[in-house]
Nanobody, 124 residues
Framework: QVQLVESGGGLVQAGGTLRLSCAAS????????VGWYRQAPGKQRELVAA???????NYADSVKGRFTISRDNAKNTVYLQMNSLKPEDTAVYYC??????????????????WGQGTQVTVSS
């Protein structure tokens, strides 16, 4: 059974840093495309950072220059480094991962999964 386990959320003061992790287990497949989303109370879930299997990345304008998405393929884990946090970054953060066959020049997806979410609270 595939599981995505998120960790790293918490309470931090404005200007602080957090690193979120999302580890995939229970699968023979590798991580391909990845997205980190967040949902604040009363708001829709939004994409904040994404990485393709080929490591192209893109970020929401609100987090550019502050957040960095990365991965460790050997550990089947993806990360979201969050620096210079602001109160408006407060939300539940979710990872979304495509698992599949990952080669040097291709990715063949076999399933898409969500993490359980982790709360990030930034105090002013």
């Amino acid at each position: 059974q595939v599981q995505l386990v998120e960790s790293g959320g918490g309470l931090v003061q404005a200007g602080g840093t957090l690193r979120l992790s999302c580890a995939a287990s229970g699968s023979i497949f590798s991580i391909g495309d990845v997205g980190w989303y967040r949902q604040a109370p009363g708001k829709q879930r939004e994409l904040v950072a994404a990485s393709t299997w080929g490591t192209n990345t893109n970020y929401a304008d609100s987090v550019k220059g502050r957040f960095t998405i990365s991965r460790d393929n050997a550990k089947n884990t993806v990360y979201l480094q969050m620096n210079s946090l602001k109160p408006e970054d407060t939300a539940v953060y979710y990872c979304n991962v495509a698992l599949g066959y990952l080669g040097d020049t291709y990715f063949s997806p076999r399933g898409n999964y969500w993490g359980q979410g982790t709360q990030v609270t930034v105090s002013s």
